[in-house]
Structures are given as structure tokens and as C-alpha cells.
């Protein structure tokens, strides 16, 4: 499955913006699709997924109850509807598929896509 991220934007803090994660080649609810992101200098960081199969849900702490990840099979695509969003959200954001659980890597990758948050 090839996977093409997309969304980012500069916004204020406060602000919101929705990401979207396209899916071509495969079907996404066949797969657990999560979001990272990244930062010069620092390790990818987990963000959020949502399981294969029972869309069960799981965030990082540090965006949990302003980010809410959501999957729309129908249009093949992923979602991470982010609010209240503060500066040190500004990363580089991917979306990535697993063929399983997510808990022992994800098998497929898309290019990111650049979120920049003002004070």
C-alpha cells in the first residue's frame, strides 16, 4: 500500500488543521494506520493510531484530548483532526500502515508533511 500524507500549514497557536492520509494499492481498513511525527535533531515520535478491524484508538499523551485520529475506509483514507495546537507541535507529520497491531513497527511509510505552529 502506498500512502501520500497531506494537510500541513503554518497556524497560530490555538489553531487547528486536519491532516490527511491517502491510500492507494491496498485497502486501509485492512491495516492499523497511525501518525508520527519528527523534528530536526529528534527521533520519530508516536502520535496516534487507530487498530485495524476494531478502530480501537490510542494517542501520546501530549496531544491526547486536542488530536482525534479518525479512518473513512469508504474514501480509503486516514485522518488527524488537530486542535488547540501549540508550537511544539511543529514537526514533519507521517501516516503509516501496519499489517498488524502497530506494536512491532510499521511496515509502510508516506512522506511527511510539515506542520508549523506560530506563538
Known amino acids: 500500500v502506498q500512502l501520500q500524507a497531506s494537510g500541513g500549514g503554518s497556524v497560530q497557536a490555538g489553531g487547528s488543521l486536519r491532516l490527511s492520509c491517502a491510500a492507494s494499492?491496498?485497502?486501509?481498513?485492512?491495516?492499523?494506520v497511525g501518525w508520527f511525527r519528527q523534528t530536526p535533531g529528534k527521533d520519530r515520535e508516536f502520535v496516534s493510531q487507530?487498530?485495524?478491524?476494531?478502530?480501537?484508538?490510542s494517542y501520546a499523551d501530549s496531544v491526547k484530548g486536542r488530536f482525534t485520529i479518525s479512518r473513512d475506509d469508504a474514501k480509503n483514507t486516514g485522518y488527524l483532526q488537530m486542535n488547540s495546537l501549540k508550537p511544539e507541535d511543529t514537526a514533519d507529520y507521517f501516516c503509516?500502515?501496519?499489517?498488524?497491531w502497530g506494536g512491532g513497527g510499521y511496515d509502510y511509510w508516506g512522506k511527511g508533511t510539515l506542520v508549523t505552529v506560530s506563538s
Open positions: 494499492g491496498g485497502s486501509l481498513s485492512s491495516y492499523t
Open positions: 487507530t487498530a485495524r478491524f476494531d478502530g480501537a484508538t
Open positions: 503509516a500502515a501496519d499489517e498488524g
